[in-house]
T-cell receptor, first 115, second 112 residues
Framework: NAGVTQTPKFRVLKTGQSMTLLCAQD?????MYWYRQDPGMGLRLIHY???????AKGEVPDGYNVSRLKKQNFLLGLESAAPSQTSVYFC??????????????FGQGTRLTVV | AQKVTQAQTEISVVEKEDVTLDCVYE???????LFWYKQPPSGELVFLIR??????QNEISGRYSWNFQKSTSSFNFTITASQVVDSAVYFC?????????FGSGTQLTVLP
């Protein structure tokens, strides 16, 4: 099984450009998440989804949008990238709760640099 | 609001030493879950353990052991006889009904 797959793995954007990060999971999980990881700050939740067609804001949602049109996919969009969005982005999925009664399975991360 | 504190930013030990990584949490929920994840230099996040708030039994898995103490809101992680391959960033996380909150991580370096 592939688990959780993120594309792309690396990207450099210019300020103001837009892009979409794709996350795909093959475990039939209901719950999916997008986190960003910054030095010294751990992982912070951007948005999450509790099922197909639903999304909710996490701790740091500003500047990002998400969509969950299919159960297995969770897209993270940056409409107008800013240098403050330079980070490593992780997608995760779990079969229960944003509070993760079950453990979350993570993708390999996307390293995004905004110049 | 819930919070996870990993006060040790970086730890360096020599191979075969034991090392304990500290994790202190804050939550108002009575039901919650605690996790440890490992992030090796390759960058992926690897799940290590999950404990629920009603189970304070310590757990041992090979060289790894976890000490959950509700009275001090701590969930510490000990690696016995550390190895170079244990070098990684270790994250403690707290899960409740609505969110999974991570600590800032502890960078463990095991020197040969």
């Amino acid at each position: 099984n592939a688990g959780v797959t993120q594309t792309p793995k690396f990207r450099v954007l210019k300020t103001g450009q837009s892009m979409t990060l794709l996350c795909a999971q093959d475990m039939n999980h209901e719950y999916m998440y997008w986190y960003r990881q910054d030095p010294g700050m751990g992982l912070r939740l951007i948005h999450y989804s509790v099922g197909e067609g639903t999304t909710a804001k996490g701790e740091v949602p500003d500047g990002y949008n998400v969509s969950r049109l299919k159960k297995q996919n969770f897209l993270l969009g940056l409409e107008s990238a800013a240098p403050s969005q330079t980070s490593v982005y992780f997608c995760a999925s779990s079969y229960s709760g944003p509070g993760a009664v079950a453990e979350a399975f993570f993708g390999q991360g996307t390293r995004l640099t905004v110049v | 609001a819930q919070k996870v504190t990993q006060a040790q930013t970086e730890i360096s030990v020599v191979e075969k030493e034991d090392v304990t990584l500290d994790c202190v949490y804050e939550t108002r929920d009575t039901t919650y879950y605690l996790f440890w994840y490992k992030q090796p230099p390759s960058g992926e996040l690897v799940f290590l353990i999950r404990r629920n708030s009603f189970d304070e039994q310590n757990e041992i898995s090979g060289r790894y052991s976890w000490n959950f103490q509700k009275s001090t809101s701590s969930f510490n992680f000990t690696i016995t006889a550390s190895q170079v391959v244990d070098s990684a960033v270790y994250f403690c996380a707290l899960g409740s009904a609505r969110q999974l909150t991570f600590g800032s991580g502890t960078q463990l370096t095991v020197l040969p």
